[in-house]
């Protein structure tokens, strides 16, 4: 009998893991690379105990309305992760929703590539995420990386600049430093600035960024585009740092600040 008593009081004080929603719903450009990216998420999960992965294709979970069926809404998780493009089909309770999920409980969203190419006619999503995609001015490239704030738990592993050949998105009018915390950018004395679809006069290009909206985080990189990104190390502990921080499982400061000199 103590020896029941004695397990179940460890299990008890054992942490619970948490629940990551992972969605991958496409409602535009189809990327060859979500199914890597997803599946990438669920195995940290689960190699390092921290959380489990829910996968979908789809937004039927992004709701606080009772479900049927055994299906979970987004008051059974602690953070949604989002590899998504276009107009997804989600009524405005759903979108409610989400927001409350960062805002008011505190609760928080990591935005894998794609996510800022999503809802573009949903105006407080933009700000929730810090920006919208607008154009990748140099495609796939070997883009040229300063890692601006190295104390940051999710870029810790990376030196203070490095190449990744990958597709850098230049992010919209809407991205402001006054708003976020940049974690790493482009190099601008790297880039051809005459090239067609560059857009951004002051020459900054977050490649990722931290922020906090309302009570909840907002983690977003433009890292994983291509299929073999989501198979390097370092990507691979960026976002799981990155799923840490949102979950509050990791401190990291998320104040905005001007670009270093």
């Known amino acids: 009998m103590l020896f029941v008593v004695l397990a179940s009081a460890l299990l008890s004080a054992q942490p619970q893991k948490k629940k990551l929603l992972a969605i991958g719903a496409v409602a535009g450009y189809q990327h060859d690379s979500v199914s890597n990216g997803l599946a990438t998420i669920w195995k940290i999960g689960h190699d390092t105990g921290?959380?489990?992965?829910?996968?979908?294709?789809d937004?039927?979970?992004?709701t606080k309305k009772k479900?049927?069926?055994?299906?979970?809404?987004l008051d059974?998780?602690?953070?949604?992760?989002?590899?998504?493009?276009?107009?997804?089909?989600m009524d405005d309770e759903q979108k409610s929703a989400l927001l409350s999920f960062v805002r008011d409980d505190g609760k928080g969203v990591v935005g894998g590539?794609?996510?800022?190419?999503?809802?573009?006619?949903?105006?407080?999503?933009g700000e929730m995420m810090g920006a919208y995609f607008d154009e990748?001015?140099?495609?796939q490239f070997q883009a040229p990386v300063i890692v601006e704030d190295r104390n940051f738990p999710a870029m810790r592993q990376f030196p203070p600049e490095f190449v990744i050949h990958d597709e850098i998105y230049q992010p919209s009018s809407l991205f402001s430093r006054e708003k976020v915390r940049v974690l790493a950018r482009l190099d601008?004395?790297?880039l051809d600035l005459q090239h067609k679809g560059v857009k951004r006069t002051d020459k900054d290009f977050a490649v990722a960024w931290v922020k906090r909206h309302g009570k909840g985080r907002v983690f977003y990189s433009t890292f994983g585009h291509?299929?073999?990104?989501?198979d390097r190390p370092d990507i691979q502990a960026m976002y799981r740092e990155a799923v840490k921080w949102v979950m509050g499982l990791v401190e990291g400061d998320a104040t905005p600040r001007p670009r270093p000199r």
């Open 76 to 89: 059974y998780f602690d953070a949604v992760f989002l590899y998504t493009t276009g107009e997804l089909p």
């Open 188 to 190: 601008e004395n790297k």
């Open 67 to 73: 479900l049927e069926n055994n299906a979970k809404n």
């Open 226 to 230: 291509r299929e073999e990104v989501w």
């Open 59 to 62: 937004t039927q979970l992004i």
């Open 50 to 57: 921290l959380w489990d992965t829910f996968i979908r294709t």
């Open 113 to 125: 590539h794609s996510a800022i190419d999503t809802f573009y006619k949903w105006a407080e999503f």
């Open 136 to 139: 990748h001015p140099w495609g």
